[in-house]
């Protein structure tokens, strides 16, 4: 069955560091790629998509390049700031599975100032 | 504006009783889905719906039960058969295609 591979975490970062988040998948058909994000006591919220291999998906600052060959879409940021505290799941929908979603375990993002 | 409403945002539960989330949405899309969040761990699929009068199990149902008589509610009971219901239960949306879901702001669920 599909399934999503996140980076373990917790992350800890000063403001204005480097992000990455490494996301790998495994999925039988051609999947839909997601990043969300999810505040303190808070539903999820997309952040980012890509639909098809190389395309790029960006918002707010954060990237992640949908990579065919390596099943890969790693969250980028180039400089993060406090208010990015949160964690971030990455996700693949399959259009052969009821356009279910499968989810990452989540990895924990603190910044500090 | 268009969303998802989940209620109650808390709820507690005595061992033995059944109890109902409230899952609306004003998004007017076709699918719905609850998933079961506990700390520090992914979301896992209880039931979705992709129609009204229409359902199916996800990975977890025991000791769960659902309906879907109009679009724009999906109610999820959480029987006395679940045997740890303690979680943070989410409800969400997608529309036609696959371009992601939306969510709703959750309901923490604890049993008393």
């Known amino acids: 069955g599909d399934s999503v591979t996140q980076m373990e975490g917790p992350v800890t970062l000063s403001e204005e560091a480097f992000l990455t988040i490494n996301c790998t998948y495994t999925?039988?058909?051609?999947?839909?790629l997601f990043w969300y994000v999810q505040y303190p006591g808070e539903g999820l919220q997309l952040l980012l998509k890509?639909?098809?291999?190389?395309d790029k998906g960006s918002n707010k600052g954060f990237e992640a390049t949908y990579r065919k060959e390596t099943t890969s879409f790693h969250l980028e940021k180039g400089s993060v700031q406090v208010s990015d505290s949160a964690v971030y799941f990455c996700?693949?929908?399959?259009?052969?599975?009821?356009?279910?979603?499968?989810f990452g375990d989540g990895t924990t993002l603190t910044v500090k100032p | 504006d268009g969303g998802i409403t989940q209620s109650p945002k808390y709820l507690f539960r005595k061992e033995g009783q059944n109890v109902t989330l409230s899952c609306e949405q004003n998004?007017?899309?076709?699918?719905m889905y609850w998933y079961r969040q506990d700390p520090g761990q992914g979301l896992r699929l209880i039931y979705y719906?992709?129609?009204?009068?229409?359902?199916q199990k996800g990975d977890i149902a025991e000791g769960y039960s659902v309906s879907r008589e109009k679009k724009e509610s999906f109610p999820l009971t959480v029987t006395s058969a679940q045997k740890n219901p303690t979680a943070f239960y989410l409800c969400?949306?997608?529309?036609?295609?696959?371009?992601?879901?939306?969510f709703g702001s959750g309901t923490r669920l604890t049993v008393v």
């Open positions: 890509a639909t098809k291999a190389d």
């Open positions: 996700a693949l929908s399959d259009q052969g599975n009821a356009g279910k979603s499968t």
């Open positions: 998004l007017n899309h076709d699918a």
């Open positions: 969400a949306t997608r529309d036609r295609g696959l371009y992601g879901y939306t």
């Open positions: 999925a039988t058909g051609y999947p839909s």
């Open positions: 719906s992709q129609i009204v009068n229409d359902f």
